[in-house]
């Protein structure tokens, strides 16, 4: 069975810095692009940054480009998302999404619950 | 950047009701699109693949058709469990989501 888990959300002050993390498991990791969705309060979806499944190709949408850090480790099958330089309009629900390929661009056929992040003073 | 528009935004049926979402893409995506299901506090479900696949263990009451730039959803007999907010994503070029439709009892 395919699980994805996110942790390392929470309340951060404008300008901070904050960590998410998703552990998963039930599928050959290294295999997949995974990618991080985010949703604003009320709002729709907004694909944050891809990452192919060798971690060599990575994509970032335009607003957080230069301050957000995609990465994984496949030998802990984990997937990461390092978010400097925080803003109010980042405030969303990070989710981990499995992509259906190695390689982006790709849809995503496993999500996590979420993660709540709060850009906030 | 291609965008995706959805129509309509919110959509009011009745359990029973056949009802079609449909998405625009700003250029061609040939037929790499995706549906997705999402309901309040959840994570969103994947429905539909490649623009009429269907994902594993989703009903057949969901189908999916279209190519290049125009697309639809369609429910072909509206269930109590149906009703929730629609996306379409296109993985032509990079990924964008539509802005999303709000499917809402009558």
């Known amino acids: 069975e395919v699980q994805l888990e996110e942790s390392g959300g929470g309340l951060v002050q404008p300008g901070g810095s904050l960590r998410l993390s998703c552990a998963a498991s039930?599928?050959?990791?290294?295999?997949?692009?995974m990618s991080w969705v985010r949703q604003a309060p009320g709002k729709g979806l907004e694909l944050v940054s891809i990452?192919?499944?060798?971690?060599?190709?990575?994509y970032y949408a335009d607003s957080v480009r230069g301050r957000f850090t995609i990465s994984r480790d496949n030998s802990k099958n984990t997937l990461y998302l390092q978010m400097n330089g925080l803003r109010a309009e980042d405030t969303a629900v990070y989710y981990c999404?499995?992509?259906?390929?190695?390689?982006?661009?790709?849809?995503?056929?496993?999500w996590g619950q979420g993660t709540l992040v709060t850009v906030s003073s | 950047d291609i965008q995706l528009t959805q129509s309509p935004s919110t959509l009011s049926a009745s359990v029973g009701d056949r009802v079609t979402i449909t998405c625009r893409a700003s250029q061609s995506i040939s037929n790499w699109l995706a549906w997705y299901q999402q309901k309040p506090g959840k994570a969103p479900k994947l429905l539909i693949y490649?623009?009429?696949s269907l994902e594993g263990g989703v009903p057949s009451r969901f189908s999916g058709s279209g190519s290049r730039t125009e697309f639809t959803l369609t429910i072909s007999s509206l269930q109590p469990d149906d009703f929730a907010t629609y996306y379409c994503?296109?993985?032509?070029?990079?990924?964008?989501f539509g802005q999303g439709t709000k499917l809402e009892i009558k």
């Open positions: 039930g599928f050959t990791f290294s295999s997949t692009a």
């Open positions: 990452i192919s499944g060798s971690g060599g190709s990575t």
């Open positions: 994503q296109q993985y032509n070029t990079e990924e964008t």
């Open positions: 999404a499995k992509a259906r390929r190695i390689l982006p661009p790709g849809y995503f056929d496993y």
């Open positions: 490649k623009a009429s």
